[in-house]
């Protein structure tokens, strides 16, 4: 199965990049709202620093959804520096908090897999299971895969 080169770079790297912009910026708006609160007495000394971390609780966890989404890697590389291996999958782990990728086929879940003890990023349709050869082409600094197959013996 094939997944997008220009799918992947969206979701990981344009869409997370423009969230953690839009929840810096966010963050930085309630922050600032919360110190006029402050300055101008409007909420009792008892409740504000509740208030003020219930304020803050929902910009900082899209922050920290979006930052643990981006890829950097994935800006250098190319669809023209792919690189194919074979090997057998030791390790699947699925992902905290994946990026949501419609793909025509289905919803893609997001795992790391272990091809001998190496770890890469996948978009599955189908799940990858423990045991199972495989042939991926990847890209190499993000190890990002565009291509898996899985072999039968």
Known sequence: MYFDYDTYYNSLVVQSGLGIIFDIF???????LIIALKKNNKLRNKIFPIVSLAMLFIPATLLITHVSQF????????RETTIYIEGKVTDVKEIKNPP?????YGRANPHYITIDNQVYYIMDIYEVQKGDIVTIEYLP????ILYVQINTE
Do not use: G
């Open 141 to 144: 600094n993000s190890k990002v």
């Open 100 to 104: 949501r990728m419609m793909l025509k």
């Open 26 to 32: 966010i963050f930085i708006i309630v922050f600032i």
């Open 71 to 78: 890829n950097p890697k994935l800006i250098w590389d190319e």
